[in-house]
């Protein structure tokens, strides 16, 4: 077996050289792509191993001339630049593997081995113009490189794939990943609360109706599986669908057909799935809440998103990448001090990826300078441990008393619109707080509330209440 390896740092060639050695191949060492092209045309090697940045350039982009001269040699990337574009443009050359550094040595000699066994048994993925820029997942940690690898993975597939992770995570990001550097990316991707649906009107939401199926049917509704077609249909929070929605759901992905509600006909899906849920669905299926057979279905390709505090390496990453967002958007252009972006990382942040954005968006509004230190983080810091610890149970009679004094004096609501006016102001952070409990679901929350469902939806129009931003990614 005859490696070329194709690396610039003489300690990590040497570990890579040995390890290949023990599992005996003869290892030809080089650190230029010059080297590296003039010994393809010399001899044939069984495998290729190269590092991406080099002295003379990019081992990635000038893979079209290794493949001109050995069209059938395996390729094992390795790469310092841990991203997702990395990955992608490494997947998309048709390498056997891509390992991001650091590496586990004993994995990457197992798999060249194995490549060059494979060599010439399989035929090289088409080199496609990826778009680079923009990618929706940043981060370099070891945790988030297995998340990238698992992306890569199912790129040029449709297999369905389900993406497990808390609340705040970036799950949808995934799912838009996927999407976005895959086979569909022409297609349209379509999002589904599963959550925030009723019960009686999900099957409809998602597989449409027909003219007359039910009371208020009137007319045809194409739903979100037929939207999705040629595209992706991402169903998020799918542990907490309904049971009979499970149900049309597994038939639909068994058959690869669905029906709309009342009609007759069955109509071909052409949609690639993939499902989230911030649930652990085994024990959901032990209580008989989901479907053992569903979850067989969805569990095809499992990407587990790491929490935040699993990867404290990628926070002062993110804090850099949200500032500039928050640039991008109108607000200030701001930094932080390293002391501050270590304050950062040394935070629990129990809402994730999320609770950090918000908190980075919040902390640019009221920066009074472009550089953030220390002294401007830990203010708002204790605002937010404040607010996670403060008491869940009911004001009493004379903080009410007290906040509705304090509401007149600064509504100052006109004569005869007092009670209309007070109404709407202590509706709308009563309902936001509901809807916030119930994940955006309104049957739940006019159940809680103790009002008719109908009732709940006409006042949330009425004061311009979206229940999809309080439902849970």
Request: charged letters at 25%; hydrophobic letters at 45%.
């Given at each position: 077996?005859?490696?070329?390896?194709?690396?610039?740092?003489?300690?990590?060639?040497l570990?890579?050289?040995?390890?290949?050695v023990?599992e005996g191949?003869?290892?030809?060492?080089?650190?230029?792509?010059?080297?590296?092209?003039?010994?393809?045309?010399q001899?044939?090697?069984?495998?290729?191993?190269?590092?991406?940045?080099?002295?003379?350039?990019?081992?990635i982009e000038?893979?079209?001339?290794?493949?001109?001269?050995c069209?059938?040699?395996p390729i094992?990337?390795?790469?310092?630049?841990?991203?997702?574009?990395?990955a992608?443009?490494?997947?998309?050359?048709?390498a056997?593997?891509?390992?991001?550094?650091?590496?586990?040595?004993?994995?990457?000699?197992r798999?060249?081995c194995?490549?060059?066994?494979?060599a010439?048994?399989g035929?090289?993925?088409?080199?496609?113009?990826?778009v680079?820029?923009?990618?929706?997942?940043?981060?370099?940690?070891p945790?988030?490189?297995s998340?990238?690898?698992?992306?890569?993975?199912?790129?040029r597939?449709d297999?369905?794939?389900?993406?497990?992770?808390?609340s705040?995570?970036?799950?949808?990001?995934?799912?838009?990943?996927?999407?976005?550097?895959?086979?569909?990316?022409?297609?349209?991707?379509?999002a589904?609360?599963?959550?925030?649906?009723?019960?009686?009107?999900?099957?409809s939401?998602?597989?449409?109706?027909?003219?007359?199926?039910?009371?208020?049917?009137?007319?045809?509704?194409?739903?979100?599986?037929?939207?999705?077609?040629?595209?992706?249909?991402f169903l998020?929070?799918?542990?907490?669908?309904?049971m009979q929605?499970?149900?049309?759901?597994?038939?639909?992905?068994?058959?690869g057909?669905?029906?709309r509600?009342?009609?007759?006909?069955?109509?071909?899906?052409?949609?690639?799935?993939?499902?989230?849920t911030?649930?652990?669905?085994?024990?959901?299926?032990?209580?008989?809440r989901?479907r053992?057979?569903?979850?067989?279905?969805?569990?095809v390709?499992?990407?587990?998103?790491?929490?935040?505090?699993?990867?404290?390496d990628?926070?002062?990453?993110?804090?850099?990448h949200?500032?500039?967002q928050?640039?991008?958007?109108?607000?200030?252009?701001?930094?932080?001090?390293?002391?501050?972006?270590?304050?950062?990382?040394?935070?629990?942040?129990p809402?994730?990826?999320r609770?950090?954005?918000?908190?980075?968006?919040?902390?640019?509004?009221?920066?009074?300078?472009?550089?953030?230190?220390?002294?401007?983080?830990?203010?708002?810091?204790?605002?937010?441990?404040?607010?996670?610890?403060?008491?869940?149970g009911?004001?009493?009679?004379?903080?009410i008393?007290?906040?509705?004094?304090?509401?007149?004096?600064?509504a100052?609501?006109a004569?005869?619109?007092?009670?209309?006016?007070?109404?709407?102001a202590?509706?709308?952070?009563?309902?936001?707080s509901?809807?916030?409990?119930?994940?955006?679901?309104?049957?739940?929350?006019a159940?809680?509330?103790?009002?008719?469902?109908?009732?709940?939806?006409?006042?949330?129009?009425?004061?311009?209440l979206?229940?999809?931003?309080?439902?849970?990614r």
């Amino acid at each position: 077996m005859e490696v070329l390896l194709v690396e610039d740092d003489p300690s990590i060639a040497l570990v890579i050289d040995a390890a290949l050695v023990a599992e005996g191949a003869n290892v030809t060492h080089v650190e230029t792509l010059a080297e590296r092209d003039r010994l393809l045309q010399q001899q044939r090697f069984s495998a290729l191993v190269t590092d991406v940045m080099l002295p003379d350039g990019d081992g990635i982009e000038t893979l079209g001339v290794v493949r001109t001269l050995c069209p059938e040699m395996p390729i094992v990337i390795l790469s310092a630049q841990n991203t997702l574009d990395t990955a992608v443009r490494a997947t998309d050359t048709g390498a056997f593997e891509y390992f991001p550094k650091p590496f586990d040595i004993d994995e990457l000699a197992r798999t060249v081995c194995q490549a060059a066994g494979n060599a010439g048994g399989g035929d090289a993925l088409e080199d496609e113009d990826i778009v680079e820029d923009g990618l929706p997942l940043v981060g370099r940690s070891p945790a988030m490189q297995s998340v990238f690898r698992m992306i890569t993975r199912v790129l040029r597939n449709d297999l369905t794939v389900l993406i497990l992770g808390e609340s705040g995570t970036g799950k949808e990001l995934v799912a838009e990943a996927i999407h976005q550097l895959g086979n569909r990316r022409a297609g349209p991707f379509i999002a589904v609360n599963t959550a925030a649906i009723p019960a009686e009107l999900i099957e409809s939401e998602l597989f449409g109706h027909e003219k007359g199926a039910f009371t208020g049917a009137v007319a045809r509704h194409v739903g979100k599986f037929e939207q999705a077609a040629g595209g992706t249909l991402f169903l998020d929070e799918i542990g907490d669908m309904p049971m009979q929605a499970q149900t049309r759901l597994l038939r639909a992905l068994q058959s690869g057909t669905i029906r709309r509600v009342g009609g007759q006909e069955d109509i071909r899906l052409d949609v690639r799935i993939v499902a989230a849920t911030n649930k652990s669905l085994e024990p959901e299926i032990a209580a008989g809440r989901f479907r053992e057979d569903l979850f067989y279905r969805l569990n095809v390709v499992p990407i587990h998103m790491p929490p935040l505090r699993e990867r404290r390496d990628d926070i002062e990453v993110l804090a850099r990448h949200f500032l500039q967002q928050a640039a991008s958007e109108g607000l200030p252009r701001r930094q932080l001090t390293p002391a501050a972006s270590r304050l950062l990382g040394e935070q629990a942040w129990p809402g994730n990826v999320r609770e950090l954005k918000n908190f980075i968006y919040r902390l640019t509004l009221l920066a009074r300078e472009d550089m953030i230190d220390v002294e401007v983080v830990v203010p708002l810091l204790r605002q937010a441990a404040s607010a996670e610890t403060a008491p869940e149970g009911d004001p009493d009679r004379s903080d009410i008393e007290a906040a509705i004094v304090q509401w007149l004096e600064s509504a100052q609501p006109a004569s005869g619109t007092i009670y209309a006016s007070a109404l709407a102001a202590l509706e709308r952070p009563l309902f936001a707080s509901i809807l916030r409990q119930t994940a955006g679901n309104q049957l739940r929350a006019a159940q809680a509330l103790g009002i008719n469902r109908n009732t709940l939806r006409k006042r949330l129009s009425e004061l311009a209440l979206d229940p999809e931003e309080f439902a849970r990614r």
